[in-house]
């Protein structure tokens, strides 16, 4: 071979290896384009898309796990001592959640729908049986009735008069941790009912949540912009929130935490309205994680959601005084605005 075969054989080469890179290039973005655009097709929550049925029943299973501080000290606590108390648990409860009563609204650009939550005991995940298992713990409800009267001294004198004579209505509760859980009925919140239409007798951290849902879900299919894809569109008929006090914090923004639109990139900000904590949180990217073998970007929300208002000052309107907040857990009206606890 001569050299100047030889040159042109190396610059053949290079050139031809150019073109497959170009041709790669090529078919690579084509390529991208084309999936991308059938995902954004594809990802559609109407009947008969792939995306339907596991966004009605979703597949991964939700552990919830609960651990209580069982007070060792009552009689001390009781004339003044500091509680001491043992952390005891996890008792986990596996979460089924389903979506019921699906309907298309407005030619399909819409869906209705209520979230249906239950959940099963797990023993074997659990430290011991929740119906067994005794925790003393201060009684919830009666701090709440005096810390409502807190402001007139003879008032919460004659309330503490009177919650002495009902049993059951100590400062101090042991009930079994299923009890605490999913609710029992409460000596002294079953007198106040009895005066009082707007009060449940019966209290619990997750009372009235098992089978039940929280309300009628709108959401946008997804069918007009794929980046609405389950987004929530109304919740109880309301496009906004009315409990907290600025209209930042009353903002119903995102999805509802089970389906993000596709194509999800590093440096968005994604909103989530969770009717758990009554209010819309976002989450932004952390870091590159891999699930069952497939690339994926962990979210988490930034410190900013959950700051004080001094330090992110879009919080204001969470802050409402503690006798609201008490309002607000124990009144039936708003059942979902357990958010201090
Ligand atoms: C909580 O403490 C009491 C004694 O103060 C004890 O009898 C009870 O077993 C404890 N409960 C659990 C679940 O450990
Ligand atoms: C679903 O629809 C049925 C029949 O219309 C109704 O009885 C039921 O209460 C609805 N479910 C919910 C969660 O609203
Ligand atoms: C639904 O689609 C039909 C025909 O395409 C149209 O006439 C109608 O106005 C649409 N309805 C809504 C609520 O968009
Ligand atoms: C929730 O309800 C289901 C079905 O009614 C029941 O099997 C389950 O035990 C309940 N869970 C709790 C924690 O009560
Ligand atoms: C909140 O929104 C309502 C209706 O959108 C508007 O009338 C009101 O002026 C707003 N309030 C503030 C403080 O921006
Ligand atoms: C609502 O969410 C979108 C994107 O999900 C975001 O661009 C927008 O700023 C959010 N609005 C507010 C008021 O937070």
Request: charged residues 20%.
């Given at each position: 071979?001569?050299?100047?075969?030889?040159?042109?054989?190396?610059?053949?080469?290079?050139?031809?290896?150019?073109?497959?890179?170009?041709?790669?290039?090529?078919?690579?973005?084509?390529?991208?384009?084309?999936?991308?655009?059938?995902?954004?097709?594809?990802?559609?929550?109407?009947?008969?898309?792939?995306?339907?049925?596991?966004?009605?029943?979703?597949?991964?299973?939700?552990y919830m796990e609960f651990f209580?501080?069982?007070?060792?000290?009552?009689?001390?606590?009781?004339?003044?001592?500091?509680?001491?108390?043992?952390?005891?648990?996890?008792?986990?409860?596996?979460?089924?959640?389903?979506?019921?009563?699906?309907?298309?609204?407005?030619?399909?650009?819409?869906?209705?729908?209520?979230?249906?939550?239950?959940?099963?005991?797990?023993?074997?995940?659990?430290?011991?049986?929740?119906?067994?298992?005794?925790?003393?713990?201060?009684?919830?409800?009666?701090?709440?009735?005096?810390?409502?009267?807190?402001?007139?001294?003879?008032?919460?004198?004659?309330?503490?008069?009177?919650?002495?004579?009902?049993?059951?209505?100590?400062?101090?509760?042991?009930?079994?941790?299923?009890?605490?859980?999913?609710?029992?009925?409460?000596?002294?919140?079953?007198?106040?009912?009895?005066?009082?239409?707007?009060?449940?007798?019966?209290?619990?951290?997750?009372?009235?949540?098992?089978?039940?849902?929280?309300?009628?879900?709108?959401?946008?299919?997804?069918?007009?912009?794929?980046?609405?894809?389950?987004?929530?569109?109304t919740w109880m008929g309301q496009?906004?929130?009315?409990?907290?006090?600025?209209?930042?914090?009353?903002?119903?923004?995102?999805?509802?935490?089970?389906?993000?639109?596709?194509?999800?990139?590093?440096?968005?900000?994604?909103?989530?309205?969770?009717?758990?904590?009554?209010?819309?949180?976002?989450?932004?990217?952390?870091?590159?994680?891999?699930?069952?073998?497939?690339?994926?970007?962990?979210?988490?929300?930034?410190?900013?959601?959950?700051?004080?208002?001094?330090?992110?000052?879009?919080?204001?309107?969470?802050?409402?005084?503690?006798?609201?907040?008490?309002?607000?857990?124990?009144?039936?009206?708003?059942?979902?605005?357990?958010?201090?606890?």
């Amino acid at each position: 071979m001569t050299r100047r075969s030889c040159a042109i054989y190396a610059v053949g080469i290079i050139c031809s290896s150019l073109l497959v890179v170009g041709i790669g290039l090529v078919v690579g973005q084509v390529f991208r384009t084309l999936m991308h655009n059938r995902l954004k097709k594809e990802i559609v929550l109407v009947e008969g898309s792939r995306v339907f049925e596991s966004w009605k029943r979703p597949p991964p299973p939700v552990y919830m796990e609960f651990f209580f501080f069982n007070m060792t000290n009552v009689d001390a606590f009781l004339a003044g001592a500091k509680p001491q108390v043992t952390q005891v648990g996890p008792y986990t409860y596996r979460e089924y959640r389903y979506k019921d009563n699906v309907s298309m609204v407005e030619n399909d650009t819409k869906v209705s729908a209520y979230n249906i939550k239950s959940f099963i005991f797990l023993r074997d995940k659990s430290v011991g049986d929740p119906t067994e298992d005794l925790i003393t713990t201060v009684n919830i409800p009666a701090w709440a009735v005096m810390n409502k009267l807190k402001g007139s001294f003879w008032k919460a004198s004659a309330a503490s008069v009177w919650m002495n004579t009902i049993p059951g209505a100590g400062l101090c509760t042991t009930r079994s941790v299923h009890e605490l859980l999913w609710g029992y009925e409460d000596p002294l919140l079953a007198r106040l009912a009895g005066v009082s239409s707007d009060v449940d007798k019966v209290f619990g951290l997750m009372a009235n949540k098992n089978g039940t849902n929280n309300g009628e879900f709108v959401y946008h299919t997804g069918k007009t912009n794929y980046m609405d894809y389950g987004k929530v569109v109304t919740w109880m008929g309301q496009s906004q929130l009315t409990f907290w006090t600025t209209n930042q914090s009353n903002i119903i923004n995102g999805s509802d935490g089970s389906a993000f639109h596709p194509l999800i990139e590093k440096n968005e900000r994604i909103h989530i309205f969770t009717p758990d904590l009554c209010r819309t949180i976002y989450m932004e990217y952390e870091k590159d994680v891999e699930v069952r073998g497939i690339p994926a970007y962990r979210f988490t929300p930034p410190r900013s959601v959950l700051a004080s208002k001094e330090e992110n000052p879009d919080n204001e309107g969470y802050c409402i005084t503690p006798k609201e907040c008490w309002e607000l857990v124990f009144s039936k009206s708003a059942h979902v605005a357990k958010v201090p606890l």
